[in-house]
């Protein structure tokens, strides 16, 4: 909790997205697991795991822009500095 009262905003919104993601992907490994049970011990024609992981969570293709101002927000974020080659 002291962490809490210590975070900006921006550092509190970062925190709640990666818990969000780390839920999903828990959520996810569950599912597998659940898959698999099922696979082994009761069903013996299963549909394709990787189809069905795809219809609950279809992954979002980025463009290289947005790609690398993710990667810049992240860099900001830890408190990293941007380094350009030959100008240092």
Partial sequence: MDEYNEMTPHE???RIQVYNEEK???GEEE???AYLTAY???VKRMPNLRNILSSIRPR???SDEQL???IKAMN???GGEVKIKGRE
Avoid: T, V
């Fill in 12 to 14: 509190l919104n970062l």
């Fill in 24 to 26: 999903l992907e828990k």
């Fill in 31 to 33: 599912f597998i697991i």
């Fill in 40 to 42: 082994w011990n009761r």
């Fill in 60 to 62: 979002e293709e980025m």
């Fill in 68 to 70: 690398l101002a993710q």
């Fill in 76 to 78: 900001a974020a830890m």
